[in-house]
Nanobody, 115 residues
């Protein structure tokens, strides 16, 4: 069973930055897809950004130009650098990974953007 643990969430003022980390219990090199999702109460989980084999990245329109997804296989860690945060980015952020047909999720980390 793959374990994923997110960290780096917290409270930040509008316009500020945070960097989320997702550390895996096994090598992230094996994961053909890793991604960040976010969810607010009463809403479905929303895809924020993905990184696939070959470090191919994709972003939701709402975060393009502000967020950057990356991965360090040597550290078994995926990152989400979030800049120019606004209150609409407030959510629980989840780490996701896929190996073959198996999918894994982290428990989530809260990000709150508020003055």
């Amino acid at each position: 069973q793959v374990q994923l643990v997110e960290s780096g969430g917290g409270l930040v003022e509008p316009g500020g930055s945070l960097r989320l980390s997702c550390t895996a219990s096994i090598s992230t090199f094996m994961m053909q897809t890793m991604a960040w999702y976010r969810q607010t109460p009463g809403n479905t989980r929303e895809l924020v950004a993905t990184i696939k084999t070959g470090h191919i990245t994709n972003y939701a329109d709402s975060v393009k130009g502000r967020f950057t997804i990356s991965k360090d296989n040597a550290k078994r860690t995926m990152y989400l650098q979030m800049n120019s945060l606004n209150p609409e980015d407030t959510a629980v952020y989840y780490c996701f990974s896929q190996i073959g047909s198996n999918e894994f999720w982290g428990p989530g980390t809260q990000v709150t953007v508020s003055s």
